[in-house]
């Protein structure tokens, strides 16, 4: 349509959808702008300056709670003795879940 011809919008309502168009496509180019300076900036930066959260020691304590089933399935179907068993679980109390080479008899023997 011809700007001014009969039945074509007036030319305010064109200049405002434009400059709405242009206000969101800028918006968004600042939203892109700002998550990457922030990754940047997360990259450059030392790792963290306080405690790990919560969910990380949560992780520990069931990675533990998971060992300790392990050991209990593997003594109830008698693949490791008693001595066995308790040197496991006394490993898994102080916080490990390897257990030092040489500690544990191979379960094949």
């Keep these: 349509m011809v700007p001014g011809a009969p039945g074509a919008p007036p030319l305010a309502i064109k200049v405002v959808v434009i400059m709405a168009v242009g206000l969101v496509v800028a918006v968004i180019g600042a939203l892109i702008l700002a998550a990457l300076w922030y990754d940047i900036a997360r990259l450059i930066t030392p790792g963290e300056s306080r405690p790990p959260p919560l969910a990380r020691l949560r992780g520990r304590k069931v990675a533990l709670d998971d060992a300790e089933r392990w050991c209990v ?3 109830l ?3 490791i003795d008693a001595t066995d068993y308790q040197r496991r679980m006394s490993t898994l109390a102080r916080g490990r879940r390897t257990f030092p080479p040489g500690s544990i008899r191979p379960l094949l023997e």
Aim: proline share 0%; hydrophobic share 15%; charged share 35%.
């Design 77 to 79: 179907h008698g693949r």
């Design 73 to 75: 399935g593997l003594r």
